[in-house]
């Protein structure tokens, strides 16, 4: 199976702050990597596919890199509507899909 | 709009069952793979089960295989999941999601606003 770490477990930032999230692949997932979002009670929201591309609706300053086994989620100017959990997932290699076990982004 | 809705879930006794259902609307349903993906109360997304466009092909995370059965209606744009021998450690919201094409390993460009599945005795 697939695992997909992420790092931190808690990011503490201020608004307007760069954020910068890591997940991390056991194996070579190429660039079939998602993030996500999800605010408590909601369903979580496509950010990125494709390890780079941001889906649709998604604001330019959530931004996607790498390929591999390291990847990338920066949030250029954390606004307060970004405080949340974010999840990678791999589609690469299945079953099963799998998920890191998050990054919750909260305000300093 | 794509619109996911979940249905089914309830309190069930450990070794009981439930069958969830998920109506899709917006989308040409037969066109596109489906997942079911949980999340334990305050916990992480794990995906327990995916569909492919017709059918004809399924996939199941290893905790819920052989308990767990995947089936689709497209004449009816409905998705299901068959749980028994249901355990404490399924209890979790299950959210249906809709990927990006006809197959299932895929991102998720939808989802459903989930339903609670709580296993108690």
């Known amino acids: 199976e697939m695992v997909m770490t992420q790092s931190p477990a808690t990011l503490s930032v201020s608004p307007g702050e760069r954020a910068t999230l890591s997940c991390r692949a056991s194996q070579s997932v190429s660039s079939n990597l998602a993030w996500y979002q999800q605010k408590p009670g909601q369903a979580p929201r496509l950010l990125i596919y494709?390890?780079?591309t941001r889906a649709t609706g998604i604001p330019a300053r959530f931004s996607g890199s790498g390929s591999g086994t390291e990847f990338t989620l920066t949030i250029s100017s954390l606004q307060s509507e970004d405080f949340a959990v974010y999840y990678c997932?791999?589609?690469?290699?299945?079953?099963?899909?799998?998920f890191g076990g998050g990054t919750k982004v909260e305000i300093k | 709009e794509v619109q996911l809705e979940e249905s089914g879930g309830g309190v069930v006794r450990p070794g009981g069952s439930l069958r969830l259902s998920c109506a899709a609307s917006g989308f040409t349903f037969g066109d596109y793979g489906m997942s079911w993906v949980r999340q334990a109360p305050g916990k992480g997304l794990e995906w327990v089960s995916g569909i492919n466009w017709n059918g004809g092909s399924a996939g199941y995370a290893d905790s819920v295989k052989g308990r767990f059965t995947i089936s689709r209606d497209n004449a009816k744009n409905s998705l299901h999941l068959q749980m028994s021998s249901l355990r404490a450690e399924d209890t979790a919201f299950y959210y249906c999601a809709r990927p990006s094409g006809s197959s299932i390993p895929s991102y998720f460009a939808s989802w459903g606003q989930g339903t609670l599945v709580t296993v108690s005795s």
């Open positions: 494709g390890a780079s």
């Open positions: 997932q791999q589609y690469y290699m299945w079953p099963p899909l799998t």
